[in-house]
């Protein structure tokens, strides 16, 4: 989704079908970033829009056929079962 006015003409993310969908969330589920990457593949100001993004701060959202949402908190990742870990003598 772009926010500049002059840019916005005519972006398939601005058309009244499109307006619903979570265009700025960071918690856009799968189904809906499809929706929103299906939308982006046939606007006719695509390029813009990934110009628009490449030269502005974008921390979340779908933008150009992307999600650009950077996530603010570390994510912990297990990588092992408990009672398993790396090392442990039997």
């Known amino acids: 989704m772009i926010t500049s006015p002059e840019s ?4 398939a993310c601005g058309r009244p079908e499109n307006r619903d969908l979570p265009w700025i969330a960071e918690d856009a589920s799968p189904l809906a970033r ?3 990457a299906r939308v982006c593949a ?3 100001v695509l390029a813009s829009c990934a110009l628009e993004v490449a030269t502005t701060p974008t921390t979340a959202g779908f933008w ?8 603010r908190e570390p994510v912990t990742v297990q990588d092992t079962l408990p009672g398993l870990e790396l090392g442990a003598a039997a």
């Open 34 to 36: 499809a929706l929103m």
């Open 8 to 11: 916005t003409r005519g972006a």
């Open 64 to 71: 150009a056929g992307h999600d650009r949402t950077k996530w």
């Open 42 to 44: 046939s606007c006719p």
